[in-house]
């Protein structure tokens, strides 16, 4: 498969996921450790989809989707991130340049993302506008294709979006002047303590800091008899 | 989270009157379900999840077969602004869609009445469970899954949201139907809040165990490991009550961890 169709359908799985995250399902699909490795299928490298996925979960793991709130578009982030991975490791860079350049693109794609939900939901302000004019003359027909636009519109801007982003970000990095660094990309060094900082600030009571502690203690132990 | 049940209009009603003698079959409540998948295809900030709704309770216009003025008046009811947890409207679905099959109100209730008067807390109820609580612990359950290697992690995420999430959407829109707005008494009493607790504690309790996991596979709590990891967290606890956002912080580990592995290399 060549380069341009692997992308392609990255982006098109982009847009898919992106509608589960905001207009319709909300099944978590959209969810970057699901949507990491579905890209990992279609790069043909699943490790690599879960090793990336699992990370941006871990980033975003207390990042509350309500509401009005301004979130991150993880779905996006999840694609863009194994797909740029990789895109990279087809193209021969080591194994660990490949995650942290895939992470470090996805991360800021989820805030490009974001900012693109803004401007979908400003486009739905006429998709509702144009429900409310048919709603006026009694005809639902309105409703239904505002619906449709909705869901169509956040699917392609999802697309369009992962689409240039892995396009521009390979090759920019195909083209940098200096090799590749060799070695492993420590994820867990500090997605993890983000995660945990995450929950523990949105921890309300001092139990559920106690239950965390628990946690800790009893993988240490179980892990130390393995 | 409220737990009174004094924001329930037609607390004593089933919602549901004799009217047109029309009701919501198992099909009808089949439709109700899958639109109220739908309820954010159009969100935006004036109406929120006005078109949404609106959508959703259009079965019943067609079951009505309302037309004219009649279809004008429904259609602006249900287009008026609407926003609440997406799991938890399909309790406010099923009530209006029941009450409006019979008359233009729901248990003595006008339809706008119900609307915003269920909205708030059930969105509060919602929010707290399914975004705060539910998605976090799915989350860190399909990490563990990945840290201790296999490749069913996001499957483990998948079921272990959706089995509780679609179990409840699928209750809302049948106790909604059968009970109408008095049905939202069930998620707004003690026994949701306690299951908020547990969801929580057991989230916090998976956090510590992935934390434990992470460390295990990544240096066998190398001394160096546990202080940048505590450093980390601290800054990243810090960030997080001043309200930095959590991609930012995220960025900031990435780009440290990739000047070690250069360092490292």
């Known amino acids: 498969m060549s380069d341009g169709t692997l992308v392609l359908l990255l982006a098109l799985l982009a847009g898919a996921l992106s509608v589960d995250g905001t207009a319709a399902l909300q099944l978590m699909f959209s969810q970057p450790l699901v949507a990491g490795s579905l890209a990992g299928l279609v790069v043909g490298d699943p490790i690599l989809g879960l090793t990336v996925g699992a990370t941006l979960q871990l980033v975003w793991i207390a990042v509350l989707p309500v509401g009005a709130a301004a979130f991150p578009d993880a779905a996006l982030a999840g694609v863009v991130g194994v797909g740029l991975a990789g895109l990279l490791s087809r193209a021969g860079a080591p194994a660990g340049w490949s995650v942290a350049a895939g992470i470090i693109v996805a991360l800021v794609s989820g805030a490009i993302g974001q900012r693109a939900i803004a401007v979908v939901r400003r486009l739905n302000v006429r998709y509702a506008a144009y429900a409310a004019q048919r709603a006026g003359l009694g005809d639902p027909g309105g409703v239904r294709v505002a619906v449709a636009l909705g869901i169509a519109t956040r699917f392609v801007v999802g697309a369009i979006l992962a689409g240039a982003i892995l396009g521009v970000s390979f090759v920019a990095l195909q083209a940098l002047p200096f090799a590749p660094p060799a070695g492993t990309f420590p994820t867990a060094l500090w997605a993890v303590p983000l995660a945990a900082a995450g929950i523990a600030a949105a921890a309300r009571t001092k139990t559920e800091w106690l239950f965390m502690g628990a946690g800790l203690v009893f993988g240490v132990i179980v892990l130390a008899g393995r | ?265």
């Open chain 2, 1 to 265: 989270m409220r737990d009174d049940a004094s924001v329930i209009p037609g607390s004593e009603s089933r919602g549901v009157g004799t009217g047109t003698g029309l009701t919501l079959g198992a099909g009808g409540k089949l439709g109700l379900f899958w639109r109220s998948l739908l309820l954010q295809s159009v969100w935006n900030p004036r109406g929120m999840q006005h078109v949404g709704f609106c959508f959703a309770v259009l079965p019943v216009l067609r079951r009505r077969r309302l037309d004219g003025d009649a279809a004008k008046a429904f259609l602006e009811r249900h287009l008026e602004f609407f926003n609440t947890n997406p799991t938890m409207a399909t309790y406010i679905i099923g009530a209006v869609a029941a009450g409006e099959l019979e008359a233009d109100e729901v248990g003595g209730e006008t339809v706008a009445d119900v609307k915003k008067s269920l909205s708030g807390p059930l969105g509060m109820a919602g929010d707290a469970l399914l975004w705060g609580s539910l998605r976090p612990l799915a989350g860190l359950a399909g990490v563990m899954v990945a840290l201790l290697g296999h490749a069913w992690a996001a499957v483990a995420l998948l079921v272990l949201y959706n089995v509780p999430h679609l179990s409840l959407r699928a209750r809302g829109i049948a106790a909604g139907v059968a009970l109408g707005p008095a049905a939202a008494r069930e998620v707004l009493g003690p026994r949701f809040k306690k299951a908020v607790r547990v969801c929580r504690a057991a989230g916090a309790f998976t956090a510590g165990i992935v934390l434990a996991v992470a460390f295990r596979g990544s240096g066998d709590f190398e001394p160096w490991r546990l202080v940048a990891s505590g450093g980390f967290f601290a800054l990243a606890y810090a960030a997080a009550r001043l309200g930095i956002p959590a991609t930012v912080v995220g960025l900031a580990g990435a780009v440290g961890g990739l000047v070690l592995m250069v360092h490292g290399s």
